[in-house]
């Protein structure tokens, strides 16, 4: 039987009529995570905060540990580097209680540990990435953790022959500080030039002279066949002698621990919309940084891996879930790196068919620019600087408007102009 007037249909989500989480559970314990207890604190939330960690350790900043592999020795505290004491700004904080399952329903979610479940009815994911290990390669170290890092810096130095495997960001940064201090250094990488996965196949080869001017040995189209703990075979049956083989191929979005119970992408990653709300879960399920694969509206689908966002993006978060009203950031994907002796930006992301310009001769040393523009447009998609610290502001703010910059590709390669000034309006 039907009374009248009709029910009002059941919210999928208890969000949706307007409720503020009383509790939030945090799984992860690295930038984002942090970052995103922080912004909650800083808009006035006062309900609980349960932050679950795995490494056991407080949290740390990644970028150092490559670039700075062997002169610091001890972790980048968070606390230190941006400010932020998980432990002061979290009702609890488990740094050793790894999630290992969740269940999410319209109004909660509960998340599984091995000391039992952790209820709460909003869940931010910020589990990060892992480092890839393809299968077989058993015998190879990779470079993700602050103990990962000790126990390469246990195996590398002066006269040591380390080969990594993988000429991107972290292979790159690693050879370079490695060879610095003596190592003997050899890059295996199956693509054609460096950085090819992130820049292309022209761009990256602009860094190719880089590696022997650093000292280090850089093999391009060299597929790896076997990797031993004293040894890298080649397809070409090339063997590589080494006192420690390093896997730098690549990182995942940590979120195996989700099984099923959240719609996941083919690489594990987790597709959120600009508030970081989880695409197909209710809007109390929220993703950022590393795991999240973020909708933005100047450059499409953002897949983690920036330090940047992680930094950055927590705010939106906090304040949509929290009900504030501002407007969701939408800050362009951003990545640095020192490598090799030079400083890069990459600001934007490049696309495979786009059109490259570029400000500056890379064979006369003194920096230059490479920039994406959209087959046959002047709409810009990526600026990479290289030692050009001049144009790294200039591509940032080219980035903050709505949509993607549109720039005189004639003007933009000339030196003698100002990068901002050559936008079109
Ligand atoms: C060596 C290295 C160098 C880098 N250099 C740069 C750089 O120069 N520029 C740049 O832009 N980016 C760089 N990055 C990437 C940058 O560090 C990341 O984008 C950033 O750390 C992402 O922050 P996050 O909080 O999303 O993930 P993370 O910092 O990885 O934190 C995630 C945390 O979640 C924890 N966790 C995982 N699974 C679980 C679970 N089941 N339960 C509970 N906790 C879990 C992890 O242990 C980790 O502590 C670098 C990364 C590495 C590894």
């Not at 939030?24 to 349960?50: E, F, K, M, P, S």
């Not at 850089?218 to 006192?243: I, K, S």
């Not at 927590?314 to 090799?340: H, I, K, N």
Request: hydrophobic content about 45%.
């Amino acid at each position: 039987m039907t009374s009248w007037p009709p029910a009002p249909p059941e919210p999928q989500d208890a969000r949706e009529v307007g409720a503020v989480p009383r509790d939030v559970v945090v799984v992860g314990a690295g930038l984002a995570a942090t970052q995103t207890v922080a912004a909650l604190r800083d808009r006035g939330y006062a309900g609980r905060v349960t932050v679950l960690g795995a490494e056991g350790v407080a949290p740390y900043d990644r970028p150092p540990l490559s670039k700075h592999l062997l002169d610091r020795t001890a972790p980048t505290w968070l606390t230190d580097e941006i400010g932020v004491d998980l432990t002061a700004v979290a009702d609890e904080v488990h740094l050793d209680r790894p999630a290992r399952g969740v269940r999410v329903t319209g109004t909660d979610v509960a998340v599984a540990t091995d000391d039992g479940e952790v209820t709460a009815d909003a869940l931010v994911v910020a589990t990060g990435a892992r480092a890839v290990r393809p299968a077989g390669w058993e015998a190879a170290l990779t470079l993700h953790t602050a103990a990962d890092a000790d126990t390469l810096r246990a195996v590398v130095g002066a006269g040591r022959r380390l080969v990594v495997v993988g000429a991107g960001w972290i292979g790159a940064e690693v050879a370079g500080v490695v060879a610095a201090a003596g190592g003997d250094v050899t890059v295996v990488e199956a693509a054609t030039s460096p950085l090819s996965t992130a820049l292309g196949a022209r761009v990256g080869a602009l860094t190719t002279g880089w590696y022997a001017r650093a000292g280090v040995r850089l093999l391009t189209g060299a597929q790896v066949v076997e990797v031993r703990p004293d040894r890298v075979r080649l397809a070409d049956g090339t063997v590589l002698v080494a006192d420690a083989v390093l896997a730098a191929v690549g990182a995942r979005p940590a979120t195996a621990w989700v099984g099923t119970g959240l719609p996941r992408e083919p690489d594990g990653s987790l597709r959120v919309d600009e508030t970081l709300a989880v695409v197909g879960a209710p809007r109390h399920v929220r993703a950022v940084g590393d795991v999240a694969l973020r909708r933005s509206a100047r450059h499409g689908w953002v897949p983690g891996g920036h330090w940047d966002g992680a930094l950055r993006a927590p705010a939106t978060l906090a304040a949509d879930l929290l009900r504030v009203g501002a407007p969701p950031e939408d800050p362009a994907p951003y990545v640095f790196s020192t490598q090799l002796g030079h400083e890069l930006a990459l600001f934007g992301l490049p696309g495979g068919e786009d059109d490259v310009e570029l400000r500056g001769d890379p064979a006369d040393g003194d920096g230059w620019t490479a920039l994406w523009f959209r087959p046959g447009t002047s709409t810009c998609t990526a600026v990479l600087t290289v030692d050009r610290p001049r144009d790294v502001g200039a591509a940032r703010r080219l980035f903050a408007g709505a949509a993607l910059p549109r720039l005189d590709r004639a003007l933009a390669r000339d030196l003698a102009r100002g990068l901002r000034d050559t936008a079109l309006v």
